[in-house]
């Protein structure tokens, strides 16, 4: 199985994610993870993008389909996870092209629907849990890059659901359960 999960930042994709990779031995795609990654490395690209990822706006579509594109050409495992991406429109024509050139066939596309004022809650919880087990806290996970982040999901992202619902692929799940819940009808839809 090949999935996208779609949702705004705080909705639980990570967390399901790393669920799917214990359980079925996916392979978890997440841009945002790859980005991090390259500014802990101190790549070229890792410092060019540092400041856009901070004030929460969205990178350009033309590194992150590269960095897709990268790990499409390695081992497909049980499947891959796209987790944060794709996060705009040319962004999901260039995975659809990219997929079909891999002979990859997308299963199906996960919409976690979660509250905004839960969303601001989860992040909020997040960055003082990471604080509290010594652990850093990611720069975006503050007020001000959390109004940046959610306004990139509404404008950018959200008109993904229409498109992906226009091919038949999306499923529109409540995110607003317990992670077990979560889970529980995640694996519903993947059977
Ligand atoms: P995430 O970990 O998915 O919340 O991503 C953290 C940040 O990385 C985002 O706020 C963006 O700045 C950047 N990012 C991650 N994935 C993408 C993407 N598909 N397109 C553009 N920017 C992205």
Redesign the pocket.
């Known amino acids: 199985m090949n999935i996208i999960l779609l949702g705004p ?1 705080g909705a639980g994709k990570g967390t399901q994610a790393q669920k799917l990779v214990d359980e079925r031995g996916m392979i978890q795609l ?4 790859m ?1 991090r990654a390259a500014r802990t490395s101190g790549t070229d690209m890792g410092k060019r993008v540092a400041e ?2 901070d004030r ?4 350009t579509d033309e590194i ?1 389909i590269g960095l897709i594109e990268e790990k499409l050409n390695g081992d497909h495992g049980g499947g891959f996870i796209f987790d ?5 429109l040319p ?1 999901a024509d260039a995975l659809g092209a990219l997929l079909e050139r891999h002979g990859i066939k997308l299963d199906a596309v996960i919409e976690l629907q979660v509250d905004d004022d839960a969303l601001v809650a989860r992040i909020v919880n997040r960055a003082k849990e990471a604080a509290a087990a010594g652990q850093p806290v990611r720069a ?1 996970d503050n007020e001000d890059s959390l109004k940046v ?1 959610l306004l990139a999901y509404y404008k950018q992202t959200a008109p993904l659901i229409g498109y992906y619902h226009a091919k038949g692929n999306l499923t529109s799940l409540d995110g607003m359960g317990s992670m077990e819940e979560v889970e529980a009808a995640i694996g519903g839809v993947l059977g």
Do not use: A, C, K, N
Not at 56 to 59: E, P, R
């Open positions: 930042p997440s841009t945002g993870d980005l856009v990822m929460g706006d969205l990178v992150v944060g991406f794709p996060r705009t962004q975006d982040r």
